[in-house]
């Protein structure tokens, strides 16, 4: 957050007298890092980047907004750069995050933990978001920001992300239909988010697809076994009921729901459970 001092302090309405030459200067400056690879180097961009951060540091947003929309274009920014825009106010941190395909992961992570809730609304809508920043953005537990990477079909949910989205529609049913249209959710997130659901969101929750487990670890030990052992191991899994290992994680049990899922859903026949 240190970066953001000096950018802080330039950000006022009061902008005072600017020179010819500077601006000149400034605008030279933002030229070359954009210049393709094929006319200038890694080592030249390199240092031309690190003089422009240390102008726009004491630049106005104006100025830092123009260079922002600029750079939003290119395929490959210097890291410098990067980390400076994206940890700026909206204004000029957004044309990077709605536009550019050059930042990766790491970039993204670290905008949505220093950045403001804005930022992260941006982030959500961003084309194929990995499960890593997703993760990022859901921590915080901000509606607009989740409403957002929910509505996004190309945003990817990990296992985690998903519980932690079941967790919070406690708190904030509206979730509810949002997440039983994600193809991450199983049929056992289906049967918690039930229970304290509307009447709408519990029709859709029970005409939830059941989808086939996919093949871990003990469905493959169960192929070994039945190989050489026939159906004994199919017939010991299935006297195993339905396991509790989806209820040990953190996100449910602090949603106050604690046991194993029914084995069909009940007869809904109102909005009380």
């Known amino acids: 957050m240190s970066d953001l001092g000096p950018l802080a302090l330039s950000s006022h309405d009061e902008i005072g007298p600017r020179s010819k030459a500077r601006t000149a200067l400034f605008k030279r400056l933002a030229d070359v890092v954009c210049l393709p690879s094929s006319r200038v180097n890694a080592f030249e961009r390199s240092m031309i980047a690190d003089l422009l951060v240390e102008m726009l540091r004491e630049a106005v947003v104006e100025e830092r907004a123009r260079v922002a929309r600029r750079l939003a274009n290119l395929t490959d ?21 709605e536009n550019s395909v050059a930042l990766n992961d790491a970039d993204l992570v670290d905008c949505a933990m220093r950045g403001g809730v804005d930022h992260r609304r941006l982030i959500a809508a961003r084309r194929g978001v990995t499960e890593l920043v997703c993760e990022a953005l859901i921590n915080p537990l901000e509606p607009t920001v989740i409403e957002a990477l929910l509505h996004n079909e190309l945003a990817r949910l990990s296992s985690d992300a998903v519980e932690m989205l079941v967790g919070a529609t406690r708190a904030e049913p509206r979730y509810i239909p949002l997440l039983l249209k994600r193809s991450e959710l199983r049929p056992s997130h289906a ?83």
């Open 77 to 97: 920014i210097p890291a410098a750069l990067v980390r400076l825009l994206l940890r700026d106010v909206i204004e000029v941190a957004g044309p990077l995050l």
């Open 191 to 273: 049967y918690i988010v039930f229970w304290w659901a509307d009447a709408d969101a519990r029709r859709l929750a029970t005409s939830f697809p059941s989808r086939p487990p996919r093949a871990g670890p003990i469905r493959s030990a169960e192929r070994r076994c039945s190989s050489s052992n026939g159906a004994s191991a199919i017939a010991w899994r299935s006297k195993k009921a339905p396991t509790q290992a989806w209820m040990r994680r953190s996100p449910l049990r602090r949603a106050g729901f604690a046991g194993t899922p029914p084995r069909k859903f009940p007869t809904c026949r109102g909005s009380s459970p």
